[in-house]
Structure formats: structure tokens, C-alpha cells
Nanobody, 124 residues
Framework: QVQLVESGGGSVQAGGSLRLSCAAS????????MAWFRQAPGKEREGVAC????????YYADSVKGRFTISRDNPKNTVYLQMNSLKPEDTAMYYC?????????????????WGQGTQVTVSS
């Protein structure tokens, strides 16, 4: 049974930082593309960043480029999202997701497995 469990969310002031973690189990994690998505109330789920199975290549949404960094530790079956220079518009529920093949993609429909999410709130 595939499980993705996010952690690390919280409340911070604008300009602050948070590091999200997503622990994976129940499948061959190292073969999967991993991604982070977010969803604010009343808005569609938005792709934030994705990372290739080997961790050597990444892709970011324009809205977070230069501020967020996705990384993975395959021996620990964990993917991270380092978020710096946070803005109030980054406030959302953040989800990690996995897909066993294909390519790095920020379309939610392409991902097979999802975590339950962790809330990030940024105040001005």
C-alpha cells in the first residue's frame, strides 16, 4: 500500500522559511517522479515543483522559482521542499505526489499517489 506522509507545515511571517518533508513507503520510491502541489481555498490545485527519480533534474512553477528548492533523499525515501522568502500568496495546503513513470510534470492529473497535505500559512 502506497503511503505519502507530509510534515513541516506551519505559520510564518512573510519573508520567513519553512522546510516540508514527504516520507514515502509501500512502493519503489527511487523509480518515481516526485512533486509538490498546493491548493488555496477556492482555487485549483497548483503544481509547485517536481524532481526526477535520480534527483539530478528539477522543474519549478514560475511563481516559486528562485525561492523554493525541491530535493530528495532516496535512501531515506523522502522528498523535501525548502521554501524561502515566503509570501502571503504562498498560503495553501501543500501536497506531495508521486508518479511511477513519464516525465517531470506539474499537472495534478498525471500523478498516481497523493499525501494528505500539510498546511502552510504566511502572514503579512
Amino acid at each position: 500500500q502506497v503511503q505519502l506522509v507530509e510534515s513541516g507545515g506551519g505559520s510564518v511571517q512573510a519573508g520567513g522559511s519553512l522546510r516540508l518533508s514527504c516520507a514515502a513507503s509501500g512502493y519503489t520510491y527511487s523509480n518515481n517522479f516526485m512533486a509538490w502541489f498546493r491548493q488555496a481555498p477556492g482555487k485549483e490545485r497548483e503544481g509547485v515543483a517536481c524532481i526526477y527519480p535520480g534527483g539530478g533534474s528539477t522543474y519549478y512553477a514560475d511563481s516559486v522559482k528562485g525561492r523554493f528548492t525541491i530535493s530528495r533523499d532516496n535512501p531515506k525515501n523522502t522528498v523535501y521542499l525548502q521554501m524561502n522568502s515566503l509570501k502571503p500568496e504562498d498560503t495553501a495546503m501543500y501536497y506531495c505526489a508521486a508518479r511511477p513513470g513519464g516525465y517531470c510534470d506539474l499537472s495534478a492529473a498525471k500523478y498516481n499517489y497523493w499525501g494528505q497535505g500539510t498546511q502552510v500559512t504566511v502572514s503579512s
